[in-house]
């Protein structure tokens, strides 16, 4: 080998091994073909544009508008530490049903988080001003702040861009919202769907950001599902609980929860179909399905874009003492960096399930375990399956989507739980760069 | 530059970013000065050899022999898939007090852990072998095995050995035993302590294995520590548990917990102090003081050899609802893949340490938390304080050692749980070589 080709050499390994322990543009795990077109919604405008909150170089400001008599329902994180933004949703949806119309204004780039008596004022001024523009009282204005946090909102640079994105609402602009309140997000996530109701045709339409639970920052997860069904709030917001539990509450990228997270539905009443008034009704179970596919999609696609994810990993846990162990125990298996770890070192390593099922503290008996990887059964009966072969599981691991089955085999207790493996472009999006 | 020239700096570049994504040979955090010479114990002696379990080329089982008469208590992890070691430790324990001596055998390369009934098997023939071979009673035979999970322990290998073993029990062979029951660990753990109870001269010495609550393959945490202090069984085992809390309940690498941790205290009687028959005597108060420094210390070299560990952290919670809240919120801080990573980025991220403290589920209310970096305080009245500079708290993060310091400001609840940070030498350890 001459010089020249040495140093090619050299300079190609250097590339390879920066690659390696690069973050990645776009997550190789975002779904082909980009952002799904999300069906026009009757009664719902978007509109999005650069307000230069913390970006310049792209829209960091969307807003939404609900016709009136549209019904609204919201969960949101748990945190106790939970941003003014949070606290003053809460307390406007707590007022119940109302005729107005609504609006959700939403930034990119500061979180209004641990801000002290700002934070709180800076959604005052927003709502305030939203609602002298736009005519709408502002009870029925909500907002959500994404990115740093513990500085100030520069709230001046938001309020100053609501008569722009006022003028510019517009049908068909959803997915211009999804990217305004992107942060280190790597693609847009939408979903929607369009469906009869007694032969009439509604539309659900939704988007979200978030790379796993958290983010730099605490930058994290944004929900926003549109539908023109007509549905009393009390029923939307019993069905958006309910649906919520078994998705954004079953995903986790790194076990830690945002001060921010929020999750709202408004359903504008604009189809012909008739008003659901009854969570148990046809119409209603029919509308329930609709939306838990779009809420899946919508948080399987967090899920794909956690940080430095690399493989995406579905937890099925069958047989616990009741519903609520079972998920308890799936997260406590997909919440363990040993577990994670070893899914991206693609490594059939059940015996971390195993010990995954013991941490939980939920009732488990060694002996009665049974684990799948996919569908090859790898323990059962307090050991390693008779039938399993190591090479059969090596293989397994290859794939970029993981299913791991875990049978407690005590009760009927079940429940599924999404995650995402844990890489070295995890710790070089939260350690190797200064926020 | 030349040809030569730019070989030699690619070659330098690429040794670097190599360097940079390999596990260390020995912990940073490691402690100077290597393994601490530990004090004789009247009443205990240990030896060591290889057995060949699963490393050919190093000590991998140890024994203590312990005097009759001696008492011993113990704490074992609490998972629900603990090893058949732990069980029958545990199943030992309960029988409470005798006279007759004690055995301890442990080894290393395989943690008998999830091998169904012949699990139970391998622990009765090595008791029943230490028992023969010792003359001491199957009932006071204690075991532990660490390493490799899921795969048939070849007990044999170990029951050959114990002649040998038996034979060269020394008084002095401490540091033997400490080495032959590593696993990923990067130094050897040993704490002692000689001090006078009524003027009398008495000793502890303790060692442990572990890098992080749970290593590769569940090889973790196992603790050994003998006195010759007299002391009834019940006051050993309550002192024991009660100190365990603050120590080894008190730190956490990676959130995972292993299916064999075990900490066992045996306390020979074999020095002239009179007898401890009471917790709250002057002498228990002074024993329980000079234990609980042998604990801290095994338990912080723990985190010290944590997987990839760079900077070793305490994290002390005052003013919280109740200590169990205040160690609930250390811990949520603590195993917070987001507060690791920016401690591993020497990140003053502040902001993170409020999202752990939300993120809890403990009592908090965000307008009086107050947060310290060492001496530096950084947030106070739900927001940054007016006296922070980024530069003090940038710089503050340069060191090894770091203390966060949160005050809930709503009771008198208070903890101090350790850890370590997060780093890529965590990801190669787990992720990168195949178990």
Redesign the interface.
């Known amino acids: 080998m001459n010089?020249?080709q040495?140093?090619a050499k050299?300079?190609a390994?250097?590339a390879t091994?920066?690659a390696q322990?690069s973050a990645p543009a776009v997550s190789p795990l975002a779904p082909r073909g980009g952002f799904q077109k999300l069906p026009v919604v009757k009664g719902i405008r978007f509109a999005a544009t650069g307000a230069g909150v913390k970006y310049t170089d792209r829209d960091d400001v969307m807003l939404i508008e609900c016709a009136a008599g549209s019904s609204v329902a919201g969960v949101f994180?748990?945190?106790?530490?939970?941003s003014a933004s949070v606290l003053d949703c809460q307390k406007k949806l707590l007022l119940g049903t109302s005729n107005e119309p609504v609006a959700i204004l939403v930034n990119s780039g500061n979180s209004n988080?641990?801000?002290?008596?700002?934070g709180e004022n800076s959604v005052n001024e927003i709502c305030n001003s939203v609602s002298n523009i736009m005519g709408i009282t502002s009870s029925r204005v909500f907002t959500a702040s994404t990115g740093?946090?513990?500085e100030l909102l520069p709230h001046d640079r938001i309020i100053e861009k609501i008569e722009e994105l006022n003028t510019n609402l517009d049908e068909n602009s959803a997915e211009d919202a999804a990217r305004a309140i992107m942060t280190t997000d790597t693609f847009a996530k939408g979903a929607g769907s369009s469906f009869s109701l007694n032969g009439l045709p509604v539309k659900i339409a939704g988007f979200a950001k978030g790379s796993g639970m958290?983010s730099?920052?605490?930058a994290t997860m944004l929900v926003y599902i549109v539908t023109d069904v007509a549905i009393d709030q009390s029923v939307l917001q019993l069905i958006l609980s309910n649906l919520n539990e078994k998705t954004f509450n079953s995903i986790t990228v790194?076990?830690?929860?945002?001060?921010s997270d929020s999750l709202m539905v408004v359903a504008t009443g604009k189809s012909r179909a008739s008003r659901i008034t009854n969570a148990f009704s046809n119409d209603a179970l029919e509308f329930i399905e609709k939306l838990n596919e779009v809420m899946v999609s919508l948080s399987q696609q967090v899920v794909r874009d956690g940080e430095g994810a690399t493989k995406f990993i579905e937890i099925i846990i069958k047989g616990a003492a009741s519903n609520a162990s079972a998920k308890t125990v799936g997260l406590a298996i997909a919440?363990?960096?040993?577990i994670k770890?070893?899914a991206?070192?693609e490594?059939p390593?059940?015996?971390?399930v195993?010990?995954?099922?013991?941490?939980?503290?939920?009732?488990?008996?060694?002996?009665k375990?049974t684990i799948w990887f996919g569908d090859i059964l790898v323990?059962k009966?307090?050991?390693?399956s008779p039938s399993y072969a190591e090479q059969e599981g090596l293989a397994y691991m290859k794939n970029t989507d993981l299913q791991f089955t875990v049978d407690l085999g005590i009760g009927d207790g079940s429940a599924t739980v999404w995650t995402c493996?844990?890489?070295?472009q995890?710790?070089v999006i939260?350690?190797?760069?200064?926020?």
């Open positions: 010089a020249d040495k140093i050299l300079e390994e250097l091994l920066r322990y994180t748990q945190s106790s530490t939970r988080a641990f801000t002290g008596f700002h740093v946090i513990g958290i730099p920052d605490m790194d076990s830690d929860t945002s001060t919440n363990s960096p040993l770890t070893a991206a070192g490594d390593n059940w015996g971390r195993v010990m995954g099922v013991g941490k939980s503290g939920e009732p488990a008996d060694r002996d375990l323990a009966d307090g050991w390693v493996d844990l890489t070295h995890y710790i939260n350690a190797d760069y200064r926020s």
